[in-house]
DNA sequence: GAGCTGAGTCAACATGCGTAGACTGAACGC
DNA sequence: GCGTTCAGTCTACGCATGTTGACTCAGCTC
C-alpha cells in the first residue's frame, strides 16, 4: 500500500535522475521528454505536469550544488582546491555533468555553470596575492574544467588513471598557481 | 562575368564559412540547414546539394587541421607546447571551434576532437620519460583544452588577457609537465 | 545559334518534437 | 459511502527540421 504523497515523490524522483543520466549524456537537445519518461517508466505527460516544461526540467536537474566557501592562506587555498579536484574526479556529479555537456549548446546551461564557476574564482582572486590574482584563479579554473570535461565527458588518454595519481600530478601545478612566485607585483 | 566555375567555387566558399560560425556559435543541433543558406545570402536546397547532408557539411566545417609534429627533448617538446597553445589562444580557429563546441553533444565531432587530441598526445607521451608519462601528457591535453574552452567558448573570468600574459601563467605549467620532477620511476 | 548543363529558387514531404487536454481509476477527506 | 482530488495514460495539435524534386534561367559545348 502506497499513499499517494510518497508516490508522487517517487516518481518524481525517478524522473529526475533519469533526466540527469540522460541530459548529461546526450546534452540537452537530444534529450526529449519523451525519452527521459520512458527511461523513468514514466509518461510525457506526467513529466509536462509535475515540471512544467523541459526548461524547467532541466533546470532542476542541472543545478550544480554549491562547494564549500574557499579562504585562507595561498596553501590552503591549494589544498581545498586539491580536496575538490579530487572529489571531482573521483565521483561522477551527475547535475553538474549534465550542466557541462549541456552548456556548449544551451545558453541556460552555459549560465549555470559560468555563475558556479565565476563564484568560486572571484573568492579564489581575492585572497591570492600578485596583480595577476585573477588570471591564476581563470588559469586554475581552465585547469580544473580541463581535467574534469577530459576526465569524464571526453575520456581523454590517461586520465582514466585513479583520482590519487591524477592529483599527483596535477596537485603541484595548483600549488604552483596559488604561490606567487611569477613576474614582479 | 562570372564563369560558372567561379560562381560555385565563391558560394561553396560563402557556405563553408557560414556554417563554421554557426556550428561554433550555436553547436550542431541549434544549427539549422536554413539559418546556414540565410547566413550564405543562399538556399537549403542548394546546400544540400552541395554538401550531400547536414552531416557532410559539418565534417567539412569542422575539419581540424592537424599541427605540426612534436618532437625532441622534454625542454624542446614544452617550447613547442606553448607555441601552439599561443597560436590556439591567440587566433580563432573556426573549424575547431565548431568541432569543440558540437562534440559535447555530436558523437562525430566527438571523435573529430578526440582523434585530433590523442595523435598529439601519444607524440609527446612516447618521448617523455618515467612510467607516468601517459597521465602527464593526459593533463598537458586537459590544460590545453581547458584554456581553449575557457578562453573561446566559456569565456571565463581572467582569461581574456593577452595571449601572452596567459601564457606566462600556464608556460611554466607545460615546463613542470613535461620535466621529470615527481614520483620514482 | 541549338541543345545541354548546372547554379539557383521554391514548394512540399515526412518526421520528431514540446506541449495541451480529455479520460480513467484509485487514494483521499468528510 | 460518496464526492473530490490527483497520479497516470492516451491522443492530438502546431511547429520546425532535414531532405526531395520540380522548375527557371544563364553559361557552356559544338
Known amino acids: 500500500m502506497t499513499t499517494r504523497a510518497e508516490q508522487r515523490q517517487r516518481t518524481e524522483a525517478r524522473i529526475l535522475t533519469a533526466a540527469r543520466r540522460l541530459f548529461g549524456e ?3 537537445d537530444r534529450t526529449t521528454i519523451r525519452a527521459v519518461a520512458a527511461a523513468a517508466d514514466s509518461d510525457p505527460g506526467l513529466v509536462m505536469r509535475y515540471f512544467g516544461s ?5 533546470a532542476q536537474a542541472a543545478t550544480i550544488p554549491p562547494d564549500g ?3 585562507g592562506s595561498p596553501a590552503q587555498i591549494a589544498e581545498l582546491l586539491r580536496a575538490g579536484l579530487t572529489q571531482k574526479l573521483a565521483e561522477e556529479p551527475a547535475a553538474a ?3 557541462l555537456r549541456a552548456m556548449f549548446s544551451h545558453p541556460e546551461a552555459a549560465e549555470e555553470v559560468r555563475a558556479a564557476m565565476t563564484g ?10 600578485g ?25 581523454l588518454d ?9 592529483l599527483a600530478i596535477a596537485g603541484p601545478l595548483l600549488t604552483a598557481l596559488t604561490d606567487t612566485a611569477t613576474s614582479a607585483d
Chains 1, 2 share one sequence.
Do not use: M, N
Open 26 to 28: 546526450h546534452g540537452y
Open 54 to 58: 523541459k526548461e524547467k526540467l532541466f
Open 97 to 99: 555533468l549534465a550542466a
Open 120 to 129: 568560486q574564482q572571484r573568492q579564489v582572486a581575492a585572497q591570492l596575492p
Open 158 to 166: 590517461g586520465l582514466d588513471a585513479d583520482p590519487e595519481e591524477i
Open 131 to 155: 596583480e595577476d590574482a585573477v588570471l591564476r584563479s581563470g588559469v586554475i579554473g581552465a585547469l580544473t574544467l580541463g581535467l574534469v570535461i577530459g576526465r569524464h565527458l571526453v575520456r
Open 69 to 71: 566557501p574557499i579562504e
